[in-house]
């Protein structure tokens, strides 16, 4: 008789997705809490960057400097707060002890830049010893411990076990196709705020800021969306918004293919996260956890692919793995 999984306490579960942003909130609070408190002595422009010696070399004024950290601390928060709501995997409380690390050595930063500048003749006086960044560090290490306590324990991974390679009936030398797409709302949603905090970092005067999140986000959007195809040349993978272009991820052709089966992927506790993932023995484009079509290639490594229908894809690539067999058998 198998033993069940062990969740963790409904409690904990329920609170996960306020536990996973609370650092972040913190985070922000204390930002607007030390601006408003030091506002009236800060130089502007004000110093945001220091290079090694501790001495200023970025500037920008102090309302940019706000809505920029206010920006990134929204956006990091949403980031790691979205996997949260999704059913807990194996390594949903690393990614919030990872948050509570991250949102800790930012908002200290962030804080201490404010209270630095503050009461400064200019800008340019302003110093900050580096001995600062092993500080924040050092605030890191706890705050990650505290978060990865207040996770409550990881669920016990089970083992999923692939299905049975199928195979589709079809006659002779008759050619089928199958096609889906696959997105992620969350990761699109991520990049939209990316973009906003880039188009908000360029208007505060961080202008190279502004461009490389613009950049970031507007990539983000653009692989959110999949086309997922499995047809007479193997399984190809093309990004939706850029089809105009013919660009494709991936295209594996059938005689590569040693076998195609189909499960449940857990995207968090077998990746780490969402995206175009790589892994020792495994890679994969994994946008949500949930049905997905794994394929064991010639070479021993898998590939999978989170997709609904993915019992009927691997059916169909099967047949055509085994057609291309049979051809460079003949």
Not at 79 to 107: D, K, Q, V, Y
Not at 129 to 143: D, E, N, R, S
Not at 198 to 227: D, K
Request: charged content about 15%.
């Amino acid at each position: 008789m198998k033993s069940s999984p062990h969740p963790a306490p409904r409690s904990t579960g329920r609170l996960r997705p306020l536990i996973a942003t609370a650092p972040f909130l913190a985070a922000l609070a204390a930002t607007v809490v030390v601006y408003v408190s030091v506002s009236a002595r800060l130089p502007d422009p004000l110093a945001t960057h220091f290079g090694a010696d501790g001495r200023a070399d970025g500037f920008t004024s102090p309302q940019g400097f706000l809505t920029g950290c206010l920006a990134v601390l929204l956006v990091l928060g949403i980031g790691f707060g979205l996997p949260a709501l999704r059913e807990p995997s194996a390594g949903t409380p690393w990614l919030i002890a990872g948050g509570f690390a991250t949102a800790a050595a930012l908002g200290y930063l962030i804080c201490l830049t404010l209270l630095g500048n503050a009461g400064a003749p200019d800008g340019a006086a302003v110093r900050l010893p580096m001995w600062q960044m092993a500080v924040a560090l050092g605030l890191a290490v706890p705050a990650g411990a505290l978060g990865r306590l207040l996770a409550g324990p990881a669920p016990r991974p089970t083992e999923q076990a692939e299905g049975e390679a199928p195979r589709l009936d079809l006659p002779g030398a008759t050619a089928a196709g199958w096609s889906r797409t696959i997105s992620s709302p969350p990761l699109v949603a991520l990049g939209v705020l990316v973009c906003g905090g880039g188009l908000v970092s360029i208007l505060g005067g961080e202008v190279l800021t502004g461009v490389m999140l613009l950049l970031t986000g507007a990539v983000a959007v653009a692989v959110t969306s999949v086309r997922v195809t499995v047809d007479r040349r193997g399984l190809t993978l093309a990004p939706t918004l850029l089809s105009a272009f013919r660009i494709r991820f991936r295209r594996i052709a059938p005689d590569r293919v040693a076998e195609a089966t189909s499960r449940r992927i857990d995207v968090f506790a077998e990746f780490g996260g969402w995206g175009y993932r790589v892994r020792p023995e495994r890679s994969g484009l994994v946008l949500r956890s949930g049905d997905g079509l794994v394929l064991r290639l010639t070479g021993g490594r898998r590939f999978m692919v989170t997709v609904d229908d993915a019992a009927t894809a691997a059916a169909l690539l099967n047949t055509y793995a085994d057609r291309a067999r049979t051809r460079q058998g003949g």
